[in-house]
């Protein structure tokens, strides 16, 4: 079975740093472009960063500066470092994979979500 698993999510003070992970497992023949996206209680779901397989990578304007986006495709895992954590930032964060399936082409996966709250 194919999926992403986050971790790293969690309650920090605001200026702090989190680190969140994201492995893809299952039979997987390629992984694409990955990336973090983020939902706030009564708001839509938006990106924060994406990283395609060679390491171009694209931030919200309002992480620039803040968030690192990275991965190792040899552990098939994508990483958000988040730096001077503000309460804003609190929200649900998604892992999104774009992963090449035998037979199926490249399809788009979502992780199950982790909980990122940032207190003032």
């Known amino acids: 079975q194919v999926q992403l698993v986050e971790s790293g999510g969690g309650l920090v003070q605001a200026g702090g740093s989190l680190r969140l992970s994201c492995a893809a497992s299952g039979s997987i023949l390629s992984v694409n472009a990955m990336g973090w996206y983020r939902q706030a209680p009564g708001k839509q779901r938006e990106l924060v960063a994406t990283?395609?397989?060679?390491?171009?990578?694209n931030y919200a304007d309002s992480v620039k500066g803040r968030f690192t986006i990275s991965r190792d495709n040899a552990k098939r895992t994508v990483y958000l470092q988040m730096n001077t954590l503000k309460p804003e930032d609190t929200a649900v964060y998604y892992c999104?994979?774009?992963?090449?399936?035998?037979?199926?082409?490249?399809?788009?996966?979502w992780g199950q979500g982790t909980q990122v709250t940032v207190s003032s």
């Open positions: 990283i395609t397989n060679v390491g171009r990578t």
């Open positions: 999104n994979a774009a992963l090449g399936i035998t037979f199926r082409g490249t399809v788009e996966y």
